[in-house]
């Protein structure tokens, strides 16, 4: 199982981007997939996941980031809107076998496959 992101540039605040993870060797739908980033000397953290068919959100993204899925071209995307400076980081999709409860959708060691990151970097 490969996931491969993309997407990734530098936007100036109140612009978007959408990224893309494409995961090979798996389907995207039918288990949880993931957006994590991680800024310069901060810890990875959740961002958005798709699970059991439901989609959830850190809070400081809620109604500016958006997380679908093809299911087609086996694809999970992060449309990031109204960028904001502290939005940047690179961002990692990732992939679990399992069909994640809300409250367990930012455990890290549940995942069991990882992308190699996208960087964001959004200037004020």
């Known amino acids: 199982v490969q996931l491969q992101a993309s997407g990734g540039g530098s936007m100036q605040a109140g612009g978007s981007l959408r990224l893309s993870c494409v995961a090979s060797?798996?389907?995207?739908?039918?288990?949880?997939m993931g957006w994590f980033r991680q800024a310069p000397g901060k810890e990875r953290e959740f961002v958005a996941a798709?699970?059991?068919?439901?989609?959830y959100y850190v809070d400081s993204v809620k109604g500016r980031f958006s997380i679908t899925g093809d299911n087609l071209e086996n694809t999970v995307y992060l449309q990031t809107n109204s960028l904001k400076p502290e939005d940047a980081a690179v961002y990692y999709c990732?992939?679990?076998?399992?069909?994640?409860?809300?409250?367990?959708?930012?455990?890290?060691?549940?995942?069991?496959?990882w992308g190699q990151g996208t960087l964001v970097t959004v200037s004020s």
């Open positions: 798709r699970s059991g068919g439901d989609v």
């Open positions: 060797g798996r389907t995207v739908s039918g288990s949880t």
């Open positions: 990732a992939a679990s076998n399992r069909v994640l409860g809300s409250n367990m959708l930012s455990e890290q060691r549940l995942y069991e496959y």
